[in-house]
C-alpha cells in the first residue's frame, strides 16, 4: 500500500517519535496510521459530544474503578450500536 508523503518539522517528528514510543509503536507510521483509524472508526455521536462538553462543565469528583467499568462498558456498547446501525 503507497505510503502518502507526509513532512513535519524537526520538532514534530521529535514529539510524534517519542509519542510513538511512549505508547509502544515500533515506528512512527504505524503510530500515525493507528491515529488515523482511531479517527475514522470511532464517529463522535452528537450525543456523546454533548456528554463530553457537560462533563467538561461539572466540577471534579472522584469515581471508583467500578464506576469507570460500568462508563467504560457503556461507550463500548454505544460504540458497537454506532458502528451497527
Given at each position: 500500500?503507497?505510503?502518502?508523503?507526509?513532512?513535519?518539522?524537526d520538532?514534530?517528528?521529535r514529539?510524534?517519535?517519542?509519542?510513538a514510543?511512549?505508547?509502544?509503536?515500533?515506528?512512527?507510521e504505524?503510530?500515525?496510521?493507528?491515529?488515523?483509524?482511531?479517527?475514522?472508526?470511532?464517529?463522535?455521536?452528537?450525543?456523546?459530544e454533548?456528554?463530553?462538553?457537560?462533563?467538561?462543565?461539572?466540577?471534579a469528583?472522584?469515581?471508583?474503578?467500578?464506576v469507570?467499568?460500568e462508563?467504560?462498558?457503556?461507550?463500548?456498547?454505544q460504540?458497537?450500536?454506532a458502528?451497527?446501525?
Amino acid at each position: 500500500m503507497p505510503m502518502t508523503s507526509l513532512k513535519l518539522s524537526d520538532d514534530e517528528r521529535r514529539r510524534a517519535m517519542a509519542r510513538a514510543a511512549e505508547l509502544g509503536f515500533s515506528t512512527l507510521e504505524d503510530y500515525l496510521l493507528s491515529l488515523i483509524h482511531a479517527d475514522t472508526e470511532l464517529p463522535v455521536s452528537q450525543e456523546l459530544e454533548e456528554e463530553l462538553l457537560k462533563s467538561l462543565q461539572s466540577s471534579a469528583r472522584e469515581f471508583s474503578p467500578a464506576v469507570w467499568e460500568e462508563k467504560r462498558r457503556r461507550l463500548i456498547e454505544q460504540h458497537h450500536q454506532a458502528k451497527a446501525g
